[in-house]
């Protein structure tokens, strides 16, 4: 029994590059979501799937954030140019919705921590 | 403006006493709600949920209650125990048409004492 896994757990970057995160959900679920967290706070939504459909998109989520779910299954979350702002823990959570009606319970990967210097 | 809020940032109880974690929320729209615990370098971990049509669901140690009325729940532990020390966090969903995401409060830290 394998949980949603994120790849990697901790990165470290400069100012101004590239950097892209890995998530892979519980297999048999088909929603796939993105949250940030920084410290002092809560979860926020960045981004969700259905299957390979990107659905909904946060606000929060600027142009240099690019999330993609190819195939339905693992998905990636891309940060262009980082800025310091952008230091925070990235949590991918997955969920099993039937049709239009969600399953309320979403279950966490460990997350990435991102640290921009 | 935040729409589900947990005003206590931490919280100590002595070990084998009920824990009271509570969370007041806003969006009359939201219909579910959910606990959730997290410990320091892991995510956060599904602990317990209570459907808006409820005023009560309970999972062995853990109950949580709802007023509607209030736009307030709240999570029960008894008895505590040192490792149910962690972070919890209130989260809310409005449910159909909002697609699922959920909103999260700022999390309570309790810390049970042997």
């Known amino acids: 029994d394998t949980g949603v896994s994120q790849d990697p757990r901790h990165k470290i970057t400069k100012r101004g590059q590239n950097v892209t995160f890995r998530c892979d959900p519980i297999?048999?679920?088909?929603?796939l979501y993105w949250y940030r967290q920084t410290l002092g706070q809560g979860p926020e939504f960045l981004t969700y799937?259905?299957?390979?459909?990107?659905?909904?998109k946060s606000r929060l989520l600027s142009d240099r954030f690019s999330a993609e779910r190819p195939k339905g299954s693992f998905s990636t979350l891309e940060i262009q140019r980082t800025e310091q702002g952008d230091s925070a823990m990235y949590l991918c959570a997955s969920s099993l919705a039937s049709g239009s009606l969600p399953t309320y319970e979403q279950y966490f990967g460990p997350g990435t921590r991102l640290t921009v210097t | 403006d935040q729409q589900v809020k947990q005003n206590s940032p931490s919280l100590s109880v002595q070990e084998g006493r009920i824990s009271i974690l509570n969370c007041d929320y806003t969006n009359s729209m939201f219909d579910y709600f959910l606990w959730y615990k997290k410990y320091p370098a892991e995510g956060p971990t599904f602990l317990i949920s209570?459907?808006?049509?409820?005023d009560k669901n309970e999972d062995g140690r853990f109950t949580v209650f709802l007023n509607k009325s209030a736009k307030h729940l709240s999570l029960h532990i008894v008895p505590s125990q040192p490792g149910d020390s962690a972070v919890y966090f209130c989260?809310?969903?409005?449910?159909?048409?909002?697609?699922?995401?959920?909103?999260f409060g700022k999390g309570t830290k309790l810390s049970v004492k042997p």
């Open positions: 799937f259905q299957n390979e459909a990107q659905l909904e």
């Open positions: 989260a809310a969903s409005a449910g159909i048409g909002s697609q699922g995401n959920l909103i």
């Open positions: 297999s048999e679920h088909n929603r």
């Open positions: 209570i459907s808006s049509i409820k």
